[in-house]
């Protein structure tokens, strides 16, 4: 990075920081801090949840997963655009009607106390999680940039984010957001164009999109009904679906965003609006991982993106083993170059017989790219085991530093951080609304000020966001970020969504069955969690959202029959 890239970064962020600070400073009432006055607009409504959602994973590991496995993650998001739709519907006129600061609010007035009491705090656990790793991934991007201490940079991304968000509270995530999503949308546009722009003279879009076609990248719908298989059309509508009721509808960082709209109208139309978007959004984002390997077909690659990686194992007793490999990898790529430009011509030059089937050569040389980079990252683990070796959330990060022209290298890295900022500083502020109004002020018996309780949840949102950063210290890569956040939503949202559609559907079922019930699924749930993760169960994590909501809502009913009777309904 040279001065106009450092220039380019810090007038993104300390604009967007100081002006948020300025323009929220001064909220007199916990309805302002944390509800944002109920002023919002459907417009801001909508990017606030798109930007929520939207975190700096969203933009390293969705272009890594686009990079590596192609277009089918997007079925992941299927469900979302019915989701929205059920939500307008039934979550928003009840949240509004009983004026409630934290969606949690309402489960009292359905159940009881420790019914409320329970869900916050799964949200609690679950969210303070999540916010650890999105301060934990720009960590990793600057660290690899700068060469700093991955420590140092969680520490100063976390006060970054906390000092507006404890400053201005919703308001304040909800302005910044506005201009992050900008940030956004105009750094992915030029990074799109510029990757296009790069590709040889004779390979146009369409080139770009067949090349990625026979490399197996754009094979966008599954309808398999294989339970292991991550990404189909099944899991995106019926796990996912699970999942986005869950996340949008119960999880406190979303519904305080759309809470903050003027009324139930404008929350409504703000949802909508994300979920026309999001969809397209993220095909996008897919879709620029993807042009990055048609990028890399024609220009060499390393055969680990993470730097570090590579440095540890040039640096070991492996290194004329894995100089070997490389030599071998750079081989594979001039041959994967000749295959491109041959299928852009013609793509009957580019098929080949096996065993009496086509098949095209540029796919034959991904699966030997796919293989040497297998052995590469054996090399690495036996070389440095406390590396991390698995690079696709490094793939985006090294093709902007290596290719695009400085002063954008700058907007790139500021549009990772915003999103970084923007979905962190939702995750604090619901966080410390969440403990303030659920659990502090709820269960503490003294009288206090409005200006008492707005300085209280200030101060939970200091915690939390001391906590998060603790956790980004802590961290470590998993197969893919934007999996282990999806994982850890995983395990909670089913369970908290059935406890919802119960309180919503369910009328006979009371207090007592429900609460017992939410233990013993949560149990469950992690233990099943357990056995998917050690492959002792063929199932994708995404089901997890399905089984949850299914056997809570299950054994609650079952219990208020078996029981119910001896509890007493006031």
């Known amino acids: 990075m040279e001065i106009l890239d450092w220039a380019v970064l810090a007038f993104t962020l300390i604009f967007i920081v100081v002006y948020g600070t300025y323009k929220t400073q001064g909220s007199k009432n916990a309805e302002d801090y944390i509800r944002g006055g109920n002023t919002s607009k459907w417009w801001t409504v909508g990017l606030s949840v798109m930007a929520t959602q939207a975190s700096a994973i969203t933009f390293l590991s969705t272009t890594g997963q686009g990079f590596y496995s192609g277009m089918g993650f997007v079925q992941f998001y299927f469900g979302l655009p019915i989701a929205m739709v059920i939500i307008c519907l039934v979550f928003i006129p009840i949240y509004h009607r009983l004026k409630v600061f ?21 949200f609690l656990i679950q969210r303070s999680l999540a916010a650890g790793i999105t301060i934990y991934a720009p960590a ?3 660290s690899a940039v700068l060469g700093w201490n991955l420590t140092v940079l969680n520490i100063i991304i976390g006060i970054v984010v906390i000092v507006y968000t404890v400053s201005g509270g919703t308001k304040a995530v909800s302005i910044t957001q506005k201009q992050q999503m900008a940030v956004i949308f105009a750094g992915m546009a030029i990074a799109f164009y510029l990757i296009l722009d790069k590709l040889p003279d004779a390979i146009s879009f369409t080139d770009a999109l067949s090349i990625a076609g026979a490399g197996e990248k754009m094979n966008l719908l599954d309808f398999s009904f294989d339970l292991n298989n991550r990404y189909t059309v099944w899991t995106g509508l019926l796990g996912g679906t699970f999942l986005m009721l869950s996340y949008f509808g ?38 620029v991982g993807v042009m990055v390997f048609v990028f890399y077909q024609f220009n060499n690659s390393p055969i680990n993106f993470n730097p570090a990686a590579t440095y540890a194992v040039e640096n070991s007793i492996y290194k004329d083993e894995f100089e070997s490999l490389n030599k071998q990898l750079q081989n594979n790529q001039e041959n994967q170059k000749t295959a491109a430009f041959n299928y852009a011509k013609d793509p009957l030059l580019d098929i080949y017989s096996s065993d009496g089937i086509q098949k095209s050569y540029i796919e034959t040389y991904a699966v030997k790219d796919k293989e040497l980079r297998s052995v590469g990252k054996d090399l690495i683990a036996r070389a440095a085991p406390e590396v991390e070796n698995n690079d696709k959330d490094y793939v985006f990060i090294h093709f902007i530093l290596n290719n695009l022209p400085h002063g954008l290298i700058g907007l790139l890295l500021a549009v990772i951080l915003s999103a970084a900022m923007s979905s962190t500083a939702s995750e604090l502020n619901a966080l410390g609304a969440t403990t303030a109004v659920d659990l502090y002020k709820r269960n503490y018996k003294g009288v206090m000020t409005e200006d008492h309780y707005v300085k209280s949840t200030k101060g939970f949102t200091l915690m939390w966001g001391v906590l998060a950063i603790i956790v980004a210290c802590t961290a470590s890569l998993f197969e893919n970020l934007i999996q282990l956040v999806n994982i850890i939503g995983s395990i909670f949202y089913g369970n908290i969504l059935g406890i919802f559609l119960l309180s919503f559907f369910i009328k006979f079922v009371q207090s007592n069955a429900v609460f017992m019930a939410a233990l013993v699924t949560q149990a469950i749930i992690i233990g099943l969690y357990a056995c998917i993760h050690y492959e002792t169960i063929p199932l994708s994590y995404l089901w997890l959202n399905v089984i949850g909501c299914g056997i809570v809502m299950f054994l609650a009913i079952v219990l208020e029959v078996s029981f119910g009777k001896k509890e007493k309904i006031v």
């Open 102 to 122: 934290t969606a949690y609010e309402y489960l009292e007035t359905r159940f009881d106390l420790k019914t409320r009491s329970l869900a916050a705090i799964l």
């Open 140 to 142: 990793i991007i600057l």
């Open 250 to 287: 119960t999880d406190q960082s979303q519904v305080q965003r759309y809470l903050s709209g003027k009324n139930v109208k404008e929350m409504q139309m703000g949802l909508l609006f994300n979920g026309a978007l999001k969809i397209p959004m993220q095909f996008f984002i897919l879709l």
